[in-house]
């Protein structure tokens, strides 16, 4: 086929980029990396397995994508919570948000960044370095956060930004875990207010 001007023209790449990204993200999000097959995969996406390469590399780095993708719509609550004016309003937001994302109707219950590669055979070692630097990159925006609720006052003097903020992280991890089997929304938000009943006080 030639153009007008008398030059070929490539084949259209005939699908939604942006649409095969989402879907795969979702294939990751319920079945984690390694459970994820190349068939799941294509198939959900709606392309053939050559379409995959060329549009988005190997399965590692589709997944990378899948993860930037999840990291700055499901899991965007994150950097929002940070924005909360006390490091009270912080941690009840991401909570909150951690219960809600988990939890959804419409999507995979867990949480992509815990349960995409805790354990991986050694093809999958990159994969799961990269959500251990993911969950710490999250676990250090926190802790700097509460770092400066106690430069101004708003935490104790005495109180330990990084196990303060690593209590959170954990908690929340275990919300994911716990939503991932099943554990209702309201469950599951009623453990988060418990957990935050006895906040440092300021």
Same mark, same amino acid.
């Given at each position: 086929?030639?153009?007008? #001007? @008398?030059?070929?023209?490539?084949? $259209? %790449?005939?699908?939604?980029?942006?649409? *095969? =990204?989402?879907? /795969?993200?979702?294939?990751?999000?319920?079945?984690?990396?390694?459970?994820?097959?190349?068939?799941?995969?294509?198939?959900?996406?709606?392309?053939?397995?050559?379409?995959?390469?060329?549009?988005?590399?190997?399965?590692?780095?589709?997944?990378?994508?899948?993860?930037?993708?999840?990291? #700055? @719509?499901?899991?965007?609550?994150? $950097? %929002?919570?940070?924005?909360?004016?006390? *490091? =009270?309003?912080? /941690?009840?937001?991401?909570?909150?948000?951690?219960?809600?994302?988990?939890?959804?109707?419409?999507?995979?219950?867990?949480?992509?960044?815990?349960?995409?590669?805790?354990?991986?055979?050694?093809?999958?070692?990159?994969?799961?370095?990269?959500?251990?630097?993911?969950?710490?990159?999250?676990?250090?925006?926190?802790?700097?956060?509460?770092?400066?609720?106690?430069?101004?006052?708003? =935490?104790?003097?005495?109180?330990?930004?990084?196990?303060?903020?690593?209590?959170?992280?954990?908690?929340?991890?275990?919300?994911?875990?716990?939503?991932?089997?099943?554990?209702?929304?309201?469950?599951?938000?009623?453990?988060?207010?418990?957990?935050?009943?006895?906040?440092?006080?300021?």
């Amino acid at each position: 086929m030639e153009t007008k #001007e @008398g030059g070929p023209i490539g084949r $259209p %790449r005939g699908f939604d980029a942006d649409e *095969a =990204l989402e879907r /795969a993200m979702l294939v990751f999000w319920e079945h984690g990396y390694e459970g994820a097959s190349l068939a799941n995969l294509t198939d959900a996406m709606g392309i053939s397995s050559t379409s995959m390469y060329a549009a988005f590399g190997n399965k590692e780095k589709l997944f990378r994508k899948a993860l930037e993708r999840y990291t #700055e @719509g499901p899991s965007a609550y994150l $950097p %929002r919570a940070l924005e909360e004016p006390t *490091a =009270l309003g912080v /941690a009840t937001a991401i909570l909150a948000g951690t219960v809600r994302t988990t939890t959804r109707p419409a999507h995979p219950h867990g949480c992509l960044g815990v349960q995409g590669a805790l354990s991986t055979s050694d093809s999958g070692q990159e994969v799961r370095d990269l959500l251990v630097a993911w969950r710490n990159n999250g676990y250090s925006c926190i802790r700097e956060r509460f770092q400066r609720a106690v430069d101004d006052g708003d =935490l104790p003097p005495q109180t330990d930004p990084g196990l303060l903020a690593r209590y959170l992280t954990t908690f929340g991890y275990g919300i994911a875990v716990q939503a991932a089997s099943g554990v209702s929304r309201d469950e599951l938000q009623e453990m988060a207010d418990a957990a935050l009943r006895n906040w440092p006080p300021s």
